[in-house]
Structure formats: C-alpha cells, structure tokens
C-alpha cells in the first residue's frame, strides 16, 4: 500500500471466525467532508439572503399600507371625508383601513346630512325674516288703515312665532346624532304652500310697487316637510 493517511476498520463476523478489513483513505473523506461543509454552509447563506429578502418586501408593503393610512388621515383632518384606503390585506393593517373606510363613511353621511340641514334652515330663516322687515317698514310708513295695521301685526306675530319654532327644530337637532328621519314629509298641494308664501311676502311687494299675479291651473302635489 502507498504510504498515506488511511483509516482501517475491521469487521469481525462470529459465525464464519472471519475478519474483514476495510482500509479508507482519510483523504477521500476529508474532501467529502469539507464539500458536506461548504453545501450547508451555502444553504445557510441562501437561506439568510432569501430571509432577509422576505423581510424586506413585507417592510416595504407594512410601510407602504401605513403611508396610505396616514395620507388618508391627513385629508380626514382638512375635512376631506371622500378619501378611502384601498388595502385588500387580511392583516391587522387590512382590517384598521376598512374600518377606516367605514368609519369615514359615517363621517361623510353626516357631514351631508349637516349640509343638507344648513341649506334648509338658511331657507326657512330667510323667508319669515323679509316678510317681517317688509311689514314692519309698512308699520314705519304709516298711512294704513285700523285693519291692514292689524293684518301686519298679526302676520309678524306670526312669523315670529314660525322663526321661534324653527330656533326651537335647531335646538332639538343639535342633540341628535343623525339628521336622516328627523323631518316629517308628506303629501302637500303646492299651490297652497306658494299662496302662503306670497301672503307673507305682500308687505315687499307693496313698498316696492311689485304686483303679482297668481293663478294656478291645476293643482300640484309633492312631499314636503310644512
């Protein structure tokens, strides 16, 4: 045999009184050995890479989902309700941006039905407010006789009575969360409620030489709030 490094092992079988000798060379198996070492050693570092690779991808969508929260927050703070998060994860992010979503929903219909109440309350002030001003001038004139005094007396009692009822409707509204079912609609005739109108407006018309003429043809239903 060649003088090198060798690992002899002996096998000795106790049937056959036999002995067999098996002679490994040492340097065959340290370079399996040292390619076993290298594999896993390769393994580990691909395994490392790929991790590391994983978590940078997951940081990078964490922290993208987070900027779209926080985009979304800030324009909730300038009062801009129409913008959403869009995150289809079923993570704990997913889950706080669609009940963002919602939560901006809730936030939006208020914030029309708010709208919604301003314009019609700016409606319903404005009218009995210039009939008032139109008879009190006529009141302020003078010149009118026992009974159109007393018609325009009348009538401002009356339309402070309608503005005390409105004040009395906003007072209530202020202590509820929600506008929706509040006002009470249904089926009026139109041409009532413009008769009314014009009653009330009659002081305007007359301190500004205003004649007019109303003659409905037919008669018109909507749903109204009166």
Known sequence: LEEKQQLWTFYQSSKANAIILVISDLTILRNFENRFLVMVLQFIIAAIA?????????????????LLLKNAIIEAKRLNFNKKVFIKSNDEIGIL??????????????????KRFLQ?????????????????????????????????????????????????QIIDLSKIESFDGYFKF??????????DTLVRLQAIFEINNIEVNFNPSKEIYINADV
């Open 50 to 66: 790929i991790s590391i690779l994983v978590t940078a991808l997951i940081s990078k969508k964490i922290v993208h989902n987070l």
């Open 97 to 114: 941006a669609r009940e963002y979503n919602q939560l901006i929903e809730k936030i939006n219909e208020y914030d029309q039905s708010q």
């Open 186 to 195: 249904e089926r009026v005739e139109l041409n009532n409620i413009i008769f």
């Open 120 to 168: 019609n309350v700016s409606h319903e002030l404005k009218t009995p407010l210039t009939s008032i001003r139109g008879y009190a001038e006529l009141l302020k004139q003078g010149g009118l006789n026992s009974e159109k005094k007393l018609y325009s007396i009348d009538t401002i009692i009356n339309e402070v009575d309608r503005l005390k009822k409105i004040v009395n």
